[in-house]
């Protein structure tokens, strides 16, 4: 006879928030009340709020069949974390709904719990308070991440001018190969299967990047790639009434993604553009501060590309590789 | 031919969620940056930050069979609410998660958001955020609330002392009679039953009244009743080593839940006690501050009632009716 797994509907409500806010209980003098009453307290600072929220969905987002528990609670945290980075933001506080059938093994959510605790402490963001709910349609998982900035000094998607360079962190088309990988579309070798599945699953939120770039002062507007590269081309130019020439030669596109566009019989421009979640940093700076704002990128580690140029708006958004032009369309994941 | 209507996978993400957060443009001077980037900023205060969040999931907490989208958006901000006028804190700036499947009307969606601009507007809180991504199993949704309180000035579930007397504002389980009523189980007369299902689709958060009690500096620790009166006891006395004495004549039981009650052969008190989502404020002070405070609560035009006392551990919580005593449970909604 084998033991049945203690459930959240074994628990409760009430006592399984109580265990998993446990598991992220933080000393940050910054948090005047943490989790356990009807709000947070967070004590007050001179500083702008940055806020942004995510939510997750089980079969739209992620899948148990590969994402283990710790996983998506790191993956969910670092999400949003990219969203701060993106406008050079301290991480501060968070707060995470979650929704579950009753008959969802406790254990799953405290797994999910040491995930978000673990990343959360790395960055130095406190878990305030949280809400466990029922469900009948799968897990639901839902983040707000609140950050701290010195006022007037947010990188945003707005700013940029025709003439300025776009510089882009890391590699592209990373998590999309990982994803393909894990769901067993494509056959990587071991040492870039590991790296791009490591992405899919873990993400890193360019955090310290994001904060060295806005104390530099040389970026005009900055968003994170997690809808994919094509779809950023179009926050950061088209809503500005701008358009954008990409270098294909100049983007760094992930050998896995070569390898598994290769594969897929796809165009390995394509593959990498529209791939999402690579959550890299893309951003505008006058062409003279390229090189400094490649070399703050390659201080973190980190590998620096610049990748195009802003342009007029009349031009759209164009790829140009082995001498020709052609328009990029804003694709990227779609939920729906 | 009946024409089909515009679905959520008809208008994609992007457009869909800048259709949505249009909807509740704010001009709020405390915004920096509203929705559309990465994350939206607020301007620095000198008050604490006030933090709490919510999740609301189809087929258990609400149905769309008597829920209009626009009382939806009203009900999540409206619980949200109630936990920050439990603290006296002051509405300040949301962000909101949608799941939805991708058949989903459009204009179900411009709906809910009409609603939650509604109430928003009213209550001074600013929506800079949102989420819509896609769901296989229903409608979720999540919201994130922020508010601010003077430093050290919030009221918590904590600091009831023996002695301390409890005040509960308006009546109880008139939510769960209009439950009950909507699902069709009780038959109400006309007059209480347009009150207990508004109290269910349309419940109004005591925020001006928690800010009077808060500046009042009288109340020791306050609670709302989303729960249920039976567990808000708990949470205000148990959990910090007291007991409470209730005083069944004088619990204000709404004329909705007595006949509820009597219709579903229950016992009233039980009904009463156990049913949440009243959002009332439960509150302690010291016995010579009951008729200040209770003052304060009919100068808004609302019920104040003094229900009970905070007695030492060994106690427990008990309720006294008709000369006898017993044990009231820590029971409410359950989510599993």
Sequence with gaps: MSEKPETLRDVGEI?????????VSSADPSVVLGP??????????????VLTCDALVEGVHFDFGYFAPEDLGHRVVAANLSDLASMGAEPWAAVLSLAAPGDTPAS?????????????????LAVVGGDVVGSRGGVFISVALLGKVPPGTAMTRAGAVPGDVLVLTGEIGLAQAGLDSLGGRVKLPHGSKKAAEERHLRPEPRVELGKRLRESGLVHACIDTSDSLAISFYHIATSQNLGVGVDGGNLPISAAASDAAAQLGLDVYEYALDGGEDFELLFAVAPEDADSAVRIIEETGCRGSVIGTITEHGEGVTLSVNGGRKPIPPKGFSHF
């Design 36 to 49: 356990g009453d009807d709000c947070a307290l967070l004590a007050p600072n001179d500083e702008e709020t």
């Design 15 to 23: 006592d399984m928030i109580r265990r998993l806010l446990e598991r």
């Design 108 to 124: 799953t959510f405290e797994r999910f719990y040491d995930g978000v605790a673990g990343i959360s402490d790395r960055y130095g």
